[in-house]
């Protein structure tokens, strides 16, 4: 066996050993440990090029970006347990729900709501589901729309800023987490938006799946209903402009006050202060907030050892260069770079979870990217747009997981009469399946959803730039000759009788 021989197998370990359901971070290190004894044993690399290997691990706990991703976590599962997303869902689900698809649609912008200031999709689901999933099939909505509409609102959290997978992506790409924010806000309206069309679709042609719900039915009206939206929507964008404001993370800011571990520490006790307007905190949910925290936090850190293990060993039989032969030459130059990586992306999220792939397939295509001249933020985002199906397709599909504990749960406290089946909640996932995969298709064929939001480069036009020189002769010493000559002509015409 030869060294270009030795990467290929490599790669296809890495995809066997993902397979197997055995924890990544342990697989990852098991496989490049081994692949790097071997490389020595055959003399590809020197032993003491393992030896990068602390340095490497020290590098990726010193790094402090990384600290944002416990401060995120931590406000995002804060108001997860504080009952924002209850209130919410009630006042919006009644300021809607006399409408065709009223219930949806409050689903939905609850969901980007609760995207911008949770970040977590288990808890986002979980939430929406206990309070809409009765209400919905109480007053009549198809099954598979509402399953599909619940799971869809639940992934928008992965793509809204301030996003845990954004700033994953940005630490592996090299690339500002506030560009990486800006550019995800186009990507995020435009999936609420064909949210809303395929919603205002089925109530024009399948009224029966998504009826109105009685005026009658309200318990709130007029000015109380709009107090009641306010009253969640008003602190929740200001905590959001205060958080992605002061990092740069939002359209037309240009200057950050703040890094993004700063802004994370101010929206974890921004979270805090929301749990106490709503009177909701207490010692128990700050304890489980921390512990799912933690639990995360050494999720992140252990995929991230696990993945450097690899890609050293990985980089030191040529595995970068052969990546990077082989994907260059695809036809199609750039589009046919990024269709090619989506497709790939897309089943191997059918096995594996978003932070396994950001940290470590990523590294692999990005250096790709660059030479293909493809803008960093752009790919980033595409990737983290085809990233959320990962969460909404079988077999390991989360959200549609949460969606089955939560279903079981209703029926058997008898909150709902219909017991909701498991073919109804995958084929619902379908629709917004495919609705996710447009969008990746828009991204790909229409960067400017990214990079309009992006600041404009400042462009030197390197022909128009003057410099003036100065006044008078540019040699000094020509100018001194000069007044000595004419001083000696005029004491010669002096001295003339």
């Known amino acids: 066996m030869t060294v270009e ?9 890495l995809i066997i050993v993902m397979l197997i359901g055995f924890p990544v ?6 496989l490049g440990l081994f692949c790097g004894l071997y490389a020595v044993h055959m003399g590809w690399f020197p032993s003491n090029f393992l030896g990068n290997l602390p340095a490497n691990v020290f590098g990726i706990l010193s790094n402090d970006l990384l600290l944002a991703i416990p401060f995120f976590t931590l406000m995002g599962t804060l108001l997860e347990k504080c009952g924002l997303a209850e209130d919410m869902l009630d006042s919006m689900g009644q300021l809607f729900g006399p409408m065709r698809g009223g219930l949806g649609y409050s689903v939905i912008i609850v969901g980007f709501i609760l995207g911008a200031i949770t970040g977590t ?24 729309y509402t399953t599909g509409v619940l799971a869809a609102s639940g992934t928008i959290t992965q793509l809204v800023p301030p996003s845990l997978v954004l700033v994953v992506l940005a630490d592996q790409l090299g690339q500002s987490v506030g560009d990486m924010y800006k550019g ?11 949210f809303a069309i395929y919603t205002f679709l089925l109530g024009r042609f399948y009224p029966h799946h998504v009826p109105g719900v009685p005026r009658e039915a309200r318990t709130l009206n007029g000015w109380q209903l709009w107090r009641k939206c306010l009253r969640g929507i008003i602190p929740s964008a200001v905590l959001i402009f205060a958080v992605l404001g002061s990092m740069g993370g939002l359209p037309g800011i240009n200057t950050a006050i ?13 979270a805090f202060v929301l749990a106490v307007l709503h009177g909701r905190l207490s010692f128990p949910i700050v304890k489980d907030a921390i512990a799912g925290t933690m639990r995360i936090t050494a999720m992140v850190v252990f995929i991230l050892i696990g993945s450097r293990v690899f890609s050293l060993v990985f980089q030191g039989v040529d595995g970068g260069k052969w990546i990077e032969h082989m994907l260059t030459g695809l036809p199609g130059g750039q589009v046919g770079f990024l269709i090619a990586v989506n497709i790939f992306i897309f089943f191997l999220a059918f096995f ?40 909404m397709h079988p077999p390991f599909g989360f959200a549609l997981f949460y969606l089955r504990g939560i279903a079981d749960t209703l029926y058997k406290n008898g909150a709902i009469k219909e017991k909701v089946l498991s073919r109804d909640i995958y084929l619902g996932a379908i629709p917004w399946v495919i609705l996710q995969l447009i969008l990746v298709g828009v991204v790909i064929f229409f960067p400017q959803t990214v990079t309009s939001f992006l600041d404009k480069p400042v462009v030197v036009d390197l022909d128009s730039i003057q410099i003036e020189a ?27 009788p």
């Open 5 to 13: 021989q030795f990467a290929p197998m490599m790669f296809a370990g």
């Open 25 to 30: 971070a342990f697989s990852l290190s098991g």
């Open 121 to 144: 999709v288990a808890g986002q689901v979980i939430a929406m589901a206990v309070i809409s999933l009765p209400v919905m099939i109480r007053y009549g909505y198809d099954m598979r």
């Open 184 to 194: 995800a806000w186009g990507p995020s309206m435009l999936q609420v938006l064909f």
């Open 258 to 270: 703040a890094t993004p571990t700063e802004a994370g520490a101010m929206g974890a006790m921004g």
């Open 352 to 391: 594996l979870d978003f932070f396994e792939i950001a940290f470590i397939i990523l590294p692999m295509l990005g250096p790709v990217a660059v030479k293909l001249g493809i803008d960093q933020i752009w790919f980033g985002v595409l990737i983290c747009v085809n990233m959320q199906t990962s969460f």
């Open 470 to 496: 100065p006044q008078g002769s540019a040699d000094p010493a020509g100018d001194e000759l000069e007044k000595i000559r004419r001083l000696n002509e005029s004491i010669l015409s002096d001295q003339k």
